[in-house]
């Protein structure tokens, strides 16, 4: 498998910010997308091809090829260069995964 881009598991991290909730006294927290980098393979998608051979899946514009990952499923967002992503269907095979996705 030659995979030569890399995608982003966005994952949400609180991180204390310098403010102090001034009823607690506690700090207040805030979301901070952190990216994990994954190689993969992303090309566009032709629709003919999903037509034919299994089965239409409005939507797709792109097809994800990438090792098998337990966090991959339907309605996962994902990150790939400057766009974000969502995984509408994961067709699972021995070594690999491919992941059909439109942008978010």
């Known amino acids: 498998m030659n995979l030569k881009d890399t995608f982003y598991k966005i994952d949400m991290e609180k991180v204390p910010t310098d403010k102090i909730n001034e009823v607690t006294g506690k700090p207040i927290y805030q979301d901070v997308e952190k990216y994990t980098p994954y190689k993969c393979d992303f090309q566009p998608y032709d629709e003919k091809i999903s037509q ?4 239409r899946f409005p939507d797709t514009t792109n097809l994800l090829i990438c090792r098998p990952n337990s966090f991959i499923k339907t309605g996962t ?28």
């Open 77 to 104: 967002i994902i990150k790939h260069e400057d766009g974000k992503y969502q995984v509408l269907f994961c067709r699972k095979w021995k070594k690999h995964f491919e992941v059909f996705v439109k942008p978010q």
């Open 52 to 55: 034919t051979v299994i089965g």
